[in-house]
């Protein structure tokens, strides 16, 4: 309602699922590598980002990272973070994906990436959900 018949994407509180409204724009951009940048910020995202690792209480092998492409995919920063908090860093390569807006998947690109995206985690997804069986942890899993 805010946005009048502007674009504008949410979620709910209730259960995280994405809502759409407004006229959604049809400016199909391929998705593309963007330019390391503000890396002056990165300690500091680090920081924020350990902190809240910490409170986890989770094995970190099994806390993902994952960054979903964009026009300009942070693809670097992502890394790196995951890198300083030595947590796997999954993000599959999947050709031909477009967004809709510049940010934003469209539907066939969602589709294909997330399918890849459970593929390349299972691994860890597996060995994860089976912790405590004595299972050794998945091998290049970061």
Excluded at 83 to 104: C, E, N, R, Y
Aim: net charge negative; glycine share 10%; with cysteine.
């Amino acid at each position: 309602m805010l946005c009048g018949h502007e674009f504008a994407v949410y979620r709910t509180i209730g259960n995280g699922q994405w809502f759409t409204s407004g006229t959604k724009p049809d400016q199909h951009v391929d998705v593309a590598e963007g330019p390391p940048i503000d890396a002056e910020q990165w300690p500091h995202f680090i920081d924020l980002a350990g902190k809240f690792v910490s409170g986890l209480q989770v094995d970190r092998q099994c806390i993902v990272l994952t960054i979903v492409p964009s026009a300009k995919t942070k693809r670097a920063e992502a890394r790196a973070i995951a890198q300083a908090l030595g947590v796997p860093f999954i993000v599959p390569q999947v050709a031909g994906l477009t967004t809709f807006d510049g940010s934003h998947l469209d539907s066939r690109s969602a589709a294909l990436w997330s399918a890849a995206f459970l593929e390349a985690a299972g691994p860890v997804l597996e060995h994860c959900t089976r912790a405590g069986t004595g299972a050794a942890p998945p091998a290049g899993a970061k």
